[in-house]
C-alpha cells in the first residue's frame, strides 16, 4: 500500500486561506469517506484535526475543514493564524487488513 | 482524561531485543483499538498495526509483519510494541494511539511518543 500523495510544503499570510491536498486511489481515499488530517508541531505527537472527511472534533477550531473530490481529500485552513505553522498529515482507510495509510506530510508555513 | 502514557527513550544496540509500553487510563481500555504509528527521523508517519485490547487480536501492515509485534496486557491497561532483533532502520520516534471507533484510522488520542535509538 502506497502512502497517500501530499504536496511537501504550502504556505501563505496571516489572514489568508490555504488547502492541502490529499491524493489516493480508488482503494483508499476515493472509496471511503474515511479521510482523517492531523497537524504536528515540532517535537510533539499528532493532533486530530479532521475526520471522516469533513468533520471536526470538540475543541478543534472552525478555521479547519475538509473535503473530498474523487480519489483527492483536502484540507482547507482559513483565517491562517502563526500557531497554524506545523506539519499537517492526512489518513485514509485502505481496507481491514491494512486498515490505515498516511499521506507523506505537508509542511504549512505562515509567513 | 484519556491518556496514552508510554515508556522513557531507548537507546540498544543492532541485534538486541526491545518491548515498549503504553498505558491508557480514563477511559475503558478493552473498548478502542490501539495503533502504533512510526515516524523516523524527519519523515512522515506510518501506520504499524493495530490490537484489539478486547481479544488481542491484531493485524499489521505488510511494511511491518513480521518485523514486529503488538500485543496488549488488559488486566494493566498496557499495549505493547516489540521486535525480536533491532536494526539501524528501527531507530525512530513511535507513537502509539487510540482508535476513536473500531475498524476506522481515526486517532483521537496519542502517547506522547518514545524514542528509539539503535546504534552500535
Known amino acids: 500500500q502506497s502512502a497517500l500523495t501530499q504536496p511537501a510544503s504550502v504556505s501563505g499570510s496571516p489572514g489568508q486561506s490555504i488547502t492541502i491536498s490529499c491524493t489516493g486511489t480508488?482503494?483508499?481515499?476515493?472509496?471511503?469517506?474515511?479521510v482523517s488530517w492531523y497537524q504536528q508541531h515540532p517535537g510533539k505527537a499528532p493532533k486530530l484535526m479532521i475526520y471522516?472527511?469533513?468533520k471536526r472534533p470538540s475543541g478543534v477550531s472552525n478555521r479547519f475543514s475538509g473535503s473530498k473530490s474523487g480519489n483527492t481529500a483536502s484540507l482547507t485552513i482559513s483565517g491562517l493564524q502563526a500557531e497554524d505553522e506545523a506539519d499537517y498529515y492526512c489518513?485514509?482507510?485502505?481496507?481491514?487488513?491494512?486498515?490505515?495509510?498516511f499521506g507523506g506530510g505537508t509542511k504549512l508555513t505562515v509567513l | 482524561e484519556v491518556q496514552l502514557v508510554q515508556s522513557g527513550a531507548e537507546v540498544k544496540k543492532p541485534g538486541e531485543s526491545l518491548r515498549i509500553s503504553c498505558k491508557g487510563s480514563g477511559y475503558s481500555f478493552t473498548s478502542y483499538w490501539i495503533s502504533w504509528v512510526r515516524q523516523m527521523p524527519g519523515k512522515g508517519l506510518e501506520w504499524m498495526g493495530r490490537i484489539d485490547p478486547s481479544d488481542s487480536y491484531t493485524n499489521y501492515s505488510p511494511s511491518f509483519q513480521g518485523h514486529v509485534t503488538i500485543s496488549a496486557d488488559k488486566s494493566i491497561s498496557t499495549a505493547y510494541l516489540q521486535w525480536s532483533s533491532l536494526k539501524a532502520s528501527d531507530t525512530a520516534m513511535y507513537y502509539c494511539?487510540?482508535?476513536?471507533?473500531?475498524?476506522?484510522?481515526?486517532?483521537?488520542?496519542w502517547g506522547q511518543g518514545t524514542l528509539v535509538t539503535v546504534s552500535s
Open positions: 489518513c485514509s482507510y485502505a481496507g481491514s487488513s491494512t486498515l490505515g495509510v
Open positions: 480508488s482503494s483508499d481515499v476515493g472509496s471511503y469517506n474515511l
Open positions: 471522516e472527511v469533513s
Open positions: 494511539a487510540r482508535h476513536a471507533q473500531q475498524l476506522v484510522p481515526t486517532f483521537d488520542y
